[in-house]
């Protein structure tokens, strides 16, 4: 898959912008709070519906504008498609493919395989739980639809079960035939996305443990072990067992809502033990295994790979290390962000394929 155009509309600090891109390599220049990441967030917008950094819609029209817009032409193994979305202040976003615009954003996740690396995902090591279920779903999402649904019916149930426990907890009656009913919802999806994310994470490992060992030398030893309440037996049990402690709290204490990673290094978790480059060791690792995974699932086309301010906090090892991987012809198109472009050119050096460098500045992009 390769990304020909985009084109930006008062998206963030981007007044306008179209631009054309190499379908190998293509690097964003400029210093920190330019709009190097804004234009990464913007091809990822148009992969995932959604901006990788606001939560709010609203939040990605740029200051004193009535709306926004982006476009991007895709060559998807020589079927051109372009995907689009504009949004005006107070009003829902449209997202269309071709002329015809979706009816609910989730046909759209897949089509647009990609995998981003930023400073964000950092929160996978320090963050809750939430951010390494979310980090699963998005890409089970990617190439499985049918998981997107099954993710959708548990979470209505979930709802609907904990606003139950919550009248009891308030002194209010229990319907058990309805209680019972959400609860069966739960366990039926609730073990299929244990299945999915079960197998995902088995064939993510030695991938994962793979491209650390290369980054780091072989200097350190790292794992990553998935955790379930669907461990303990049947799902429906585990939920039925201790509805009575649900009850007493009000919410649902057990499901897959409560899935989680366990992220080590050395046999101790990484949020305690690793380091600022171990960390973000860990990090790039997990996402190159993961676009590996992506290539061989689905349509087996290579996903985008954006990568932003992969350098910093990374000692020379690793970063000699993590250009020399960059820059093999295994990975599809790439984009990169940097303050420093020395790091650039050692990559453009190494690779064998064509490249174009934008610099950006104030929210202008030039070549």
Request: glycine content about 8%; proline content about 2%; aromatic content about 8%.
């Amino acid at each position: 898959m390769i990304l020909t155009d985009l084109t930006i509309l008062n998206y963030k600090n981007i007044a306008e912008a179209t631009l054309s891109f190499s379908p190998k390599i293509n690097c964003f220049v400029g210093s920190n709070g330019e709009g190097k990441t804004n234009v990464l967030d913007a091809i990822f917008f148009l992969s995932f519906t959604r901006s990788a950094t606001n939560t709010q819609d609203a939040l990605n029209i740029r200051h004193g504008e009535e709306m926004m817009m982006l476009s991007g032409r895709y060559d998807l193994d020589g079927t051109e498609e372009v995907i689009s979305c504009g949004q005006r202040l107070h009003q829902k976003k449209v997202f269309r493919r071709g002329q015809k615009a979706y009816k609910r954003m989730s046909e759209h996740i897949g089509l647009l395989p990609l995998i981003l690396v930023s400073p964000n995902d950092n929160e996978l090591i320090l963050g809750g739980s939430e951010e390494r279920r979310r980090y699963m779903d998005m890409v089970i999402s990617q190439y499985n639809p049918t998981y997107m649904t099954a993710l959708q019916r548990y979470n209505k149930a979930l709802m609907q079960r904990n606003t139950l426990l919550r009248m009891a907890s308030e002194g209010g009656t229990v319907d058990d035939s309805l209680m019972g009913a959400y609860e069966q919802m739960m366990a039926d999806e609730g073990e299929y996305i244990y299945k999915e994310r079960s197998q995902f994470i088995d064939q993510l490992i030695p991938v994962f443990q793979r491209y650390y060992d290369r980054i780091s030398a072989g200097h350190e030893e790292v794992s990553l072990n998935y955790t379930s309440h669907c461990q303990r037996g049947a799902l429906l049990d585990v939920i039925r067992n201790d509805r009575h402690r649900d009850l007493a709290v009000g919410y649902s204490l057990h499901g897959i809502h409560r899935d989680d990673l366990q992220m080590q290094l050395g046999g101790f978790p990484i949020k305690k033990e690793g380091s600022q480059g171990q960390n973000k060791t860990y990090l790039i690792s997990l996402k190159l295994a993961q676009f590996d995974f992506l290539c061989q699932t689905g349509s087996h086309t290579k996903p985008l790979l954006l990568l932003d301010d992969i350098f910093d906090k990374l000692d020379a090892r690793r970063v000699s290390q993590l250009v020399a991987l960059v820059a093999e012809d295994a990975f599809g198109q790439i984009f990169i962000t940097d303050t420093n472009r020395e790091n650039l050119d050692r990559i453009l050096e190494q690779s064998s394929g064509s490249y174009k460098i934008f610099q950006v500045q104030g929210g202008q992009i030039t070549l």
